[in-house]
């Protein structure tokens, strides 16, 4: 088996080297190596100082040499290997009989044995639960860094719960993570409770406003127990601003509550002041303004002049749009009445057409006396559009037109019975020459009479 300078130390080895050396302790070195030196005078083994060169001495078969004597070559007095022993039997530490190697009978063999004081666990999660509960232990913050770990941790048992140097670190930087987490959790808790505590203590002030200061609030709170609870003045500070700010929001909510309903009382109230649609302001503005209601309701002291003014248009253009609405409905109606006169004098000049008193070249005068008692007429006269007299002479023209279409019909046909009529008369002549002809010499050219034509 090598030694602790050996070229074929196992791998573990040089891992618990590695950070015995980031603390400077070659006790933890030669402890992760896992050896001891024996001693026959003593059951406590002797280790130099720091610094101090260390050599193995294998185990001793010959009776002439003991485990304390040098090797060759090492120097035998008190200046060379391991001669000046009694100097350092007060620093040795006591070695148990498990670690201790004995060879029968013979209690003076003894060596180095391999050291069985790292735990073991079954699991990873319980060598990690053990590591962690060191940590724990140990103070051990989460700014700090792993050196910083391993100086605090590295001598107690269970930092080697872990085997692997790499899996501990990878836990220690979990460990630091989850005490973040909590810490923060922890705090935003904290601050929670305190922020509630903090708003139910200033609400127990009414002479608290939303516009107060906090250099005027201060004095106030100053002997409550709750602003006694921290002692950070910029968190005090804070949480009265931050309720200060609800207290805001609050009055800002309870203003537009109490306008809206202001002027929803304004729009109610000015329909009872029989106003004309086209009322101007300079006149409403002292009506609205003397009204009973207007000046004992305080709600309407949160209202501006612009806020009436706005109520004031928006009634009027109402007012307006009504006046509008009733005119057009009458103008319909009128229109209507108008139309239904119209066609009543219609079918009575259509009764007259129809008995032959109104024909074609038939003259206002003529028909007058005959309808200037009847109700229709009387409905018809005066209004506006077509009058009596404009529908009178749309029957006369129709009559007219009746008359002209028969005019052109007959003179149509006589049109197309002209050219008739002239080849009936050339065949009549045809026949009455051959007829002449044939009674008369030779040579001998009759008389032929053309008829007149039209």
Not at 278 to 305: C, H, N, V
Request: proline share 6%; aromatic share 8%; with cysteine.
């Amino acid at each position: 088996m090598e030694g602790v300078h050996g070229r074929g130390r196992p791998k573990v080895l040089e891992q618990h080297r590695d950070e015995a050396e980031l603390v400077g302790d070659a006790r933890c070195l030669q402890e992760s190596a896992g050896w001891r030196r024996g001693d026959p005078d003593n059951p406590r083994v002797s280790l130099p100082p720091h610094g101090t060169p260390i050599s193995w001495v294998p185990p001793c078969t010959d009776s002439s040499r003991t485990p304390a004597t040098p090797l060759p070559g090492q120097g035998g007095g008190p200046q060379g290997g391991f001669g000046g022993a009694d100097h350092y039997r007060d620093h040795r530490e006591p070695v148990s009989e498990s670690r201790q190697l004995t060879f029968g009978n013979n209690v003076q063999a003894q060596a180095f044995v391999p050291a069985t004081n790292d735990p073991e666990y079954a699991t990873a999660e319980e060598a990690e639960a053990a590591f962690v509960k060191l940590l724990r232990r140990s103070g051990v913050q989460p700014e700090w860094s792993w050196e910083q770990t391993i100086r605090a941790t590295v001598k107690d048992p269970q930092f080697r719960a872990i085997k692997d140097p790499r899996d501990r670190k990878a836990a220690f930087e979990k460990y630091c993570n989850d005490v973040v987490v909590q810490d923060k959790e922890r705090a935003k808790e904290r601050l929670t409770k305190l922020r509630a505590d903090f708003a139910t203590m200033l609400r127990s002030h009414p002479e608290i406003k939303h516009y107060t200061r906090w250099k005027t609030a201060r004095p106030m709170i100053e002997g409550e127990t709750i602003f006694r609870s921290t002692n950070n003045e910029n968190e005090r500070r804070q949480l009265f601003e931050d309720y200060i700010v609800d207290l805001k929001k609050a009055h800002k909510e309870q203003q537009v509550a109490l306008r809206k309903s202001a002027m929803d009382g304004l729009i109610e109230l000015l329909p009872t002041l029989n106003l004309e649609p086209y009322t101007r302001w300079s006149d409403a503005q002292g009506t609205i303004q003397s009204t009973a209601p207007f000046q004992k309701d305080e709600k309407y002291k949160s209202l501006t002049k612009y806020d009436v003014l706005t109520v004031f248009q928006n009634h009027v253009k109402a007012l307006e749009r009504k006046f509008n609405d009733s005119v057009q409905e009458e103008k319909n109606r009128k229109l209507r009445r108008e139309r239904r006169a119209r066609d009543s004098f219609t079918a009575l000049l259509s009764e007259l057409r129809k008995d032959g008193k109104i024909k074609a070249g038939t003259k206002w005068s003529q028909i007058r006396p005959l309808i200037e008692a009847d109700e229709r007429y009387q409905a018809v006269a005066g209004q506006n559009g077509s009058t009596a007299m404009d529908l009178f002479w749309d029957v006369v023209e129709e009559e007219e037109r009746v008359l002209r279409s028969i005019r052109n019909d007959v003179l149509d046909v006589i049109d197309v019975c002209q050219p008739l009529r002239r080849l009936l008369h050339d065949a009549s002549n045809a026949r009455f020459l051959g007829q002449t002809l044939r009674g008369h010499p030779q040579g001998y050219v009759p008389r032929v009479r053309v008829s007149s034509q039209r």
